[in-house]
């Protein structure tokens, strides 16, 4: 299961936007995860709390849409 690894790198990319941005809060996470990628959206979901444990993120939620192709992106960050 590489998809908590995979949620552990998107935590540390997230953080590092919204300490960039100063933003003080973050609702939602939203990725995009493409239907050919190798990553499975049910294990994302599984895998973010433990990602999130300990850090300003543990009380947001976690959005994956499904879309065409092999794409696996951070699609958007809900903050203020």
Request: proline share 2%.
């Amino acid at each position: 299961m590489h998809e908590l690894g995979i949620m552990y790198h998107i935590v540390e990319r997230v953080l590092a936007i919204v300490k960039d941005n100063g933003f003080t809060e973050v609702q939602t996470i939203v990725l995009n995860v493409g239907e050919q990628s190798e990553v499975v959206p049910q294990y994302l979901h599984a895998c973010y709390p433990a990602a999130v444990d300990g850090t300003m993120l543990e009380k947001t939620s976690l959005k994956v849409e499904m879309v065409s192709g092999s794409e696996f992106v951070i699609k958007e960050i809900h903050a203020r």
